[in-house]
């Protein structure tokens, strides 16, 4: 094993409890549209634009994208700023870098959203690599994270892990054929995953 490869939003950090509770208020109070988390659930890890389409074919023709966007992104800016690593990351997090293993990074998110918590972690300095949806055309499920990372990283695939809380996260990492370890937060918790990846319930319980 030469790599591990962190996935963010909801591994790393848990903005998708964040992420669900403010979609949900909204669509309550503006639309009295009642947001099933484990339909929630099902979109993490890839574009929003999927999850954007499902919440215009519940509510109808009064939900305008941009405007929802808008409000969302606010919201969740405001609050983001009180979000702090998920238990255990940081411990996880200094033996990989104790190891000697190099680190990286690959998100369906925007770099411009990554990188503030890193640099308030201050952790963005100890990836090797981060890929996000800004170098690829195709976000997961679709591997091209996953290889791209693996390729600039330059190390094979059966020489590095993943680390994903999310469905469509580790179905990308085990199509790139990394072994996939999977954290599921509050909200991904709802989910099935494939039987290929190896689910736990904390970061104590990868042992190097």
Known sequence: MKAVIFDFD????????????????????????????????????TTDEELLQYYFEEVGDTFIKEAFTEKLEATLNEKSKDLG??????TFFQQVKNAGLKIGMATSSSRAWVEPFLRKFQILEDFDVICTRDDVEKVKPDPKLYLLA?????VKAEEAIAIEDSVNGSAAAIKAGIKCFVIPNPITEYLTFDEQITQLTSFEQIKL
């Open 10 to 45: 909801g591994t790393m950090v848990d903005t998708e409890s964040l992420w669900f509770e403010a979609s949900k208020n909204i669509l309550e109070e503006e639309f009295g549209f009642q947001l099933p988390i484990e339909k929630f659930a099902s979109f993490i890890g």
């Open 150 to 154: 693996l390729e600039k990283l330059a």
């Open 85 to 90: 690593l998920r238990p255990g990351f940081l």
